[in-house]
């Protein structure tokens, strides 16, 4: 089991860069795949982007790439998601979470709040 805790959620105005983290606490955090998600308002939860145990695989929604980057910093146990350009339908609350071997997100933190203000 892997326990997530994220930070860096606030308000900006659109255009605005913030950086989320997600600290992990878990002697597997480093090996697994590591997904960052979001929920609106009244909307389902989806898939923003994750990077790969290795740090050598990204993956991200369409609407956010060339604006959003996901690292991590093994040595700290730390997966980040740097946002630039934000948007206002970028507001949402933002989940990380790790994944087991088989590719199912099992852990997840608290969320932090995203509002980006037109």
């Known amino acids: 089991q892997v326990q997530l805790v994220e930070s860096g959620g606030g308000l900006v105005q659109a255009g605005g860069s913030l950086r989320l983290s997600c600290a992990a606490a878990?002697?597997?955090?480093?090996?697994?795949?590591v997904g960052w998600f979001r929920q609106a308002p009244g909307k389902e939860r989806e898939f923003v982007a994750s990077?790969?145990?290795?740090?050598?695989?990204?993956s991200y929604r369409d609407s956010v790439k060339g604006r959003f980057t996901i690292s991590r910093d093994g040595a700290k146990n730390t997966v980040y998601l740097l946002m630039n350009r934000l948007k206002p339908e970028d507001t949402a609350v933002y989940y990380c979470?790790?994944?087991?071997?088989?590719?199912?997100?099992?852990?997840w933190g608290q969320g932090t709040q995203v509002t980006v203000s037109s």
């Open positions: 979470a790790a994944a087991s071997p088989g590719g199912i997100y099992l852990d």
């Open positions: 878990g002697r597997t955090f480093s090996i697994v795949t």
């Open positions: 990077i790969t145990g290795s740090g050598d695989s990204t």
